[in-house]
């Protein structure tokens, strides 16, 4: 249901235009087009915007890529927003009885080769679904109006409930990402999408869905993070073997090692802080022995 319509830049969406660039564009360069993002109708996710989030979406979108497919071969195919507005619709409702309002933003495109084939397309009037990229920190109940991502409800999303339907109304919108074209949607729920993009935010995800969407850099982030994670665990197998092999020496090196490579980073921490709690102590204290046990050189000391 997304409408596309395109014009050719006059000079004061030019200058818009060109404060993303890096050398100033001309009108002959970039080709533009208008895009409805979202609006305030209860989407096929059963998930609404307020108004007020719409409002603030339009000023986090300007500057935002919007990708087509979600393809490799659209890498450089990436349209920038330039500018972003709310648009009213007063003679039109929505199911909630509101005046329907979208978040209409004015892209362009570079007019180059890589390029021909969608500006065709988009000249061609080819309907696209349009996904948005955002993260969202308030989900209440439409019914109830509980904080979702707190404390839920017994209401579902998709039922009537005194003649109304259920559903998600989603507020402050705290990031946008990007938006993507999909000639086809890859998902039974493409549309919009709300990506979650910190740690907390993938939880309450979490809590609130089976499904979480999350954008590039959070991929990036967690898989930087993952690595880090996996690179602390490596050094915590090693110095339990280590450890293993100097205070259980009757205990095999292919056994030490399978027992450890079963431990999580949580066990490996407690089992290590054992070990070297043990490796701190004597077993067996010399009846002639004076003074603490740290005093002692471990190596009178037989296990
Ligand atoms: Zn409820």
Redo the contacts with the bound molecule.
Sequence with gaps: MQKIEKSKPDSAALDQINRFTRRALTADEVYTFSVILCDNEVDRDGERFTVEALQKLAELFVGKTGIFDHHASGKNQTARIYAAAIVVDESRRTSQGEPYTALKAEAYLLRNEGNAALIADIDGGIKKEVSVSCSMSGRH??????D?YHD????RTGEM?DGKL?HVVLSEPTDAYEFSFVAIPAQPRAGVTKAASTLPDIEKALAASDEVTLTRAVCEELTRKAAAGESYQKKLRADAVRLSHTLLPELSGTLADRIVSRLDVEELEAFNAALQKRASRPLCRPQTAAGSADDFDSSVYQI
Excluded: F
Excluded at 141 to 146: E, L, N, P, T
Excluded at 152 to 155: D, P
């Design positions: 109940c439409s019914v109830c109006g509980a979702l839920g409800c017994s209401h409930v259920c």
